[in-house]
């Protein structure tokens, strides 16, 4: 699986990689910080397991945690302002999601940028939602970050993602069948209100979801700034 993974970063399009210019004070770009961040990680992987109790050990490689310790531990590096507005000690998906829909769309404030139509993500965007009430899950929502430019199709738009998992996504670098789980990337649907283009829902295996398995719920992208 990490061999899968290190091809998938290798093999983003230049695009995908986020502005390479650098800001004036010497900085790269927030969301080029992100995706500089999980290319490391990535390289850096020999082991990672998808767990609600996070053990992170750099030196030998491995990564066990869930969807939102891992978005925390990549903001922590490369947003900070942007993970301090989402809430202090551990946050959950919910609180990602809760941040995203308060920031505004027209300025940046603390750390964040919401983006309201899925078809204007970039790469180094996050995503969140919250779990809908009646679904049967302990989790509170799920995050992860864009990693190419969404892509229309039949049900909606199709994105490839980073994130944390137990349960793979579409031409997924791990195979859960297998037993495999935790960071890794995927390609995921977002369902969108055809007028506004606002993300309504979720279909976890990406364009091959049926449409009888797209979960409903408003889906937040943002940019971090900062």
């Known amino acids: 699986m990490t061999s899968m993974l290190r091809r998938a970063f290798l ?3 230049a695009a995908a990689l986020g502005p390479a210019e650098v800001l004036a004070q010497g900085q790269r770009p927030a969301p ?8 490391r990680i990535a390289a850096n992987l020999r082991a990672t397991v998808y767990s609600h109790s996070t053990r992170i050990d750099e030196r030998a490689g491995r990564y066990e945690w869930d969807c ?5 531990y990549v903001l922590r590096r490369a947003a900070p302002t942007a993970l301090d507005a989402v809430g202090s000690g551990r946050p959950v998906a919910a609180q ?10 027209a300025r940046p404030e603390r750390g964040w940028l919401q983006v309201p139509r899925i078809a204007d993500a970039l790469p180094g965007d996050v995503f969140a939602w919250q779990r809908p009430p009646w679904f049967p ?4 929502g799920h995050v992860g970050f864009v990693m190419e430019a969404p892509r229309p199709s039949e049900h909606g738009m199709v994105v490839r993602i980073t994130d944390s998992t137990r349960l793979a996504h579409g031409h997924d670098t791990r195979d859960t ?6 960071f890794g990337q995927g ?3 977002f ?3 055809p007028l506004t283009g606002v993300g309504v829902g979720y279909g976890w295996f990406g364009a091959q979801t049926p449409p009888s398995y797209i979960i409903p719920t408003r889906i937040a992208i943002g940019r971090v700034v900062r």
């Not at 910080?33 to 999980?38: G, H, M, N, P, Q």
């Not at 899950?137 to 509170?140: C, K, V």
């Not at 069948?177 to 935790?182: L, Y």
């Open 11 to 13: 093999s983003l399009p």
């Open 177 to 182: 069948d297998r037993g495999q789980s935790g």
């Open 137 to 140: 899950s302990a989790n509170t």
């Open 96 to 105: 990602f999601y809760r941040a995203i829909a308060r920031a505004p769309a």
């Open 32 to 39: 080029r910080r992100v995706l500089d961040e999980l290319t």
């Open 68 to 72: 939102s310790a891992m978005a925390a």
């Open 191 to 193: 369902a969108v209100n």
């Open 187 to 189: 390609v995921i649907l």
